[in-house]
T-cell receptor, first 113, second 113 residues
Framework: GQNIDQPTEMTATEGAIVQINCTYQ??????LFWYQQHAGEAPTFLSY????GLEEKGRFSSFLSRSKGYSYLLLKELQMKDSASYLCAVSGALAGGSYIPTFGRGTSLIVHP | DAGVTQSPTHLIKTRGQHVTLRCSPISGHKSVSWYQQVLGQGPQFIFQYYEKEERGRGNFPDRFSARQFPNYSSELNVNALLLGDSALYLC????????????FGQGTRLTVV
């Protein structure tokens, strides 16, 4: 099975940097995803890490350590529109050859002026 | 290009009824996955279909079933609805079975009364 743990809620100031951590336990690891979900909307894809290290994409970066079962999402130059839920999802093997992302509960990020 | 489309957007049903939710993936995508998201939690995997075959099933009762059509669109069926089935039902499509980048539809908000 898979187990994912991330903080329930975080707050930060506009213009600042915030790091959202995710720890996981899984079998047949095939990658880790981060999604952003605004209230009442569908999740949107942010990043995918399958190898150790840092992946940078604009203001967003994601880090993975497979040996530690640990990832973080780093958001720089925070904007008010970044207020959303951030979902960590781990892809593990299922019977039949599928790799299905299992989602954590999400971290609700509140950005204030 | 159209993204993932789901219908209907909102639905109210009474206990014991049956419901059918529909999803059209992004053109060219052959994998469709269904998720249930209860308020305050991350999406929970229900089914994955790839090339019209079921490739993965989550921990949901047999009241839940799905299928994928030759044009890769998909239906999720839920029988004998319970109050606890009230949730946002999300469909995600991806190019390959491995789900390395899944795109979500806006979801169907199902309320069971």
């Amino acid at each position: 099975g898979q187990n994912i743990d991330q903080p329930t809620e975080m707050t930060a100031t506009e213009g600042a940097i915030v790091q959202i951590n995710c720890t996981y336990q899984t079998s047949g690891f095939n990658g880790l995803f981060w999604y952003q979900q605004h209230a009442g909307e569908a999740p949107t894809f942010l990043s995918y890490n399958v190898l150790d290290g840092l992946e940078e994409k604009g203001r967003f970066s994601s880090f993975l350590s497979r040996s530690k079962g640990y990832s973080y999402l780093l958001l720089k130059e925070l904007q008010m529109k970044d207020s959303a839920s951030y979902l960590c999802a781990v892809s593990g093997a299922l019977a039949g050859g599928s790799y299905i992302p299992t989602f954590g509960r999400g971290t609700s990020l509140i950005v204030h002026p | 290009d159209a993204g993932v489309t789901q219908s209907p957007t909102h639905l109210i049903k009474t206990r014991g009824q049956h419901v059918t939710l529909r999803c059209s993936p992004i053109s060219g995508h052959k994998s469709v996955s269904w998720y249930q998201q209860v308020l305050g939690q991350g999406p929970q995997f229900i089914f994955q279909y790839y090339e019209k075959e079921e490739r993965g099933r989550g921990n949901f009762p047999d009241r839940f079933s799905a299928r994928q059509f030759p044009n890769y669109s998909s239906e999720l069926n839920v029988n004998a609805l319970l109050l606890g089935d009230s949730a946002l039902y999300l469909c995600a499509s991806s190019l390959r079975q491995e789900n390395t980048e899944a795109f979500f539809g806006q979801g169907t908000r199902l309320t069971v009364v």
